[in-house]
Structure formats: structure tokens, C-alpha cells
């Protein structure tokens, strides 16, 4: 978030993207702070059994939203760039 707040952006897209990324993340700590007190205050809700995390993969579907956030043609370039980055 700070990385976000703090960067001297000029790309119009980039910028919006990072202002969405800091609200989302201003609300998603208070949800996280707001749940922590409800556990605190009145347990957990549901049977105790764990549940699964969601994978931090790039689907194909991930992918293609963000390929149409660009605004432009996406060129395999950009796309072998994407792909060496993980």
C-alpha cells in the first residue's frame, strides 16, 4: 500500500490501478481487524475444520482480465515478460 501511495505515477491506467489497490487494502484491514475482534469476542464461526486456501496462480481467466486492464494489444513480449516473472 505505501508503495502504491507513495509512487510518482504518469500513466493514467497505473495510477488507477494503484489507487485500487491501496482502497482495497485500507478495507480489507479493517475487515481483517473488525474479524479478529468478533473471533476474540465470540469465537469462531463454523465446525473447526480447516479450510483450503485459494491458489496465488495465474489462471487463464486472471489472465485475460488483466491482459484487458492494458488497454493495447498484449504482445507475446509482454507476455514471456509475465511468465518469467513468476
Given at each position: 500500500m505505501?508503495?502504491?501511495r507513495r509512487a510518482q505515477i504518469s500513466d493514467p491506467?497505473?495510477?488507477?490501478l494503484a489507487d485500487a489497490i491501496i482502497e482495497a487494502q485500507v478495507?480489507?484491514?479493517a475487515q481483517m481487524e473488525l474479524l479478529l475482534e468478533d473471533i476474540e469476542t465470540n469465537g469462531e464461526m463454523g465446525d473447526g475444520?480447516?479450510?483450503p486456501?485459494?491458489?496465488?496462480a495465474l489462471t487463464p481467466e486472471l489472465?485475460?482480465?488483466a491482459?484487458?486492464?492494458v488497454g493495447r494489444e498484449?504482445?507475446?513480449?509482454?507476455?514471456?515478460?509475465?511468465d518469467s516473472s513468476r
Amino acid at each position: 500500500m505505501l508503495t502504491s501511495r507513495r509512487a510518482q505515477i504518469s500513466d493514467p491506467r497505473v495510477r488507477e490501478l494503484a489507487d485500487a489497490i491501496i482502497e482495497a487494502q485500507v478495507k480489507e484491514i479493517a475487515q481483517m481487524e473488525l474479524l479478529l475482534e468478533d473471533i476474540e469476542t465470540n469465537g469462531e464461526m463454523g465446525d473447526g475444520t480447516p479450510l483450503p486456501p485459494r491458489t496465488a496462480a495465474l489462471t487463464p481467466e486472471l489472465q485475460a482480465e488483466a491482459e484487458a486492464a492494458v488497454g493495447r494489444e498484449v504482445t507475446p513480449e509482454m507476455r514471456e515478460e509475465l511468465d518469467s516473472s513468476r
